[in-house]
C-alpha cells in the first residue's frame, strides 16, 4: 500500500507559477513510477506528467509540454509538478497517482491521492 498526499494548490493569476508536491508513505516509495492527472469541471480526468522511479524517464501531455515539469526526490519520497506559464484552462484538481510503469493511463495507476485544487484567473 501506498499513500499519497497532494499538496501546493491554490488560486493564481493566468502567467503566474504553481509547484504542487505529491508526499508518499508506505510501501516502498522509490520503486514506483508516479503520474499527475487532472480532472476540470465537467471533464475527464487526464493524463499530465509521469515521472519513472529513477526518475530518468518524464513524459508529459502535449497541453502542458515546456510549461509543466516533472520531477523527484527519492530521499524526501517526494514528486514535485512545477507549472509554469499557468492558464485558465489549466484549472483543476490535480491527483498523483503510483504505478509500476510510467504510463498515460489511468487504469495503470494502484494507488491515487486526495487531489489539489488549482484555479488559475485570466
Known amino acids: 500500500q501506498v499513500q499519497l498526499v497532494e499538496s501546493g494548490g491554490g488560486l493564481v493569476q493566468a502567467g503566474d507559477s504553481l509547484r504542487l508536491s505529491c508526499a508518499a508513505s508506505?510501501?516502498?516509495?522509490?520503486?514506483?513510477?508516479i503520474g499527475w492527472f487532472r480532472q476540470a469541471p465537467g471533464k475527464e480526468r487526464e493524463f499530465v506528467a509521469t515521472i519513472h522511479w529513477s526518475g530518468r524517464y518524464t513524459n508529459y501531455a502535449d497541453s502542458v509540454k515546456g510549461r509543466f515539469t516533472i520531477s523527484r526526490d527519492n530521499a524526501k519520497s517526494t514528486v514535485y509538478l512545477q507549472m509554469n506559464s499557468l492558464k485558465p484552462e489549466d484549472t483543476a484538481v490535480y491527483y498523483c497517482a503510483a504505478a509500476r510503469n510510467p504510463v498515460a493511463t489511468m487504469g495503470n495507476y494502484d494507488y491515487w491521492g486526495q487531489g489539489t485544487q488549482v484555479t488559475v484567473s485570466s
Open positions: 508506505g510501501r516502498t516509495f522509490s520503486g514506483y513510477a
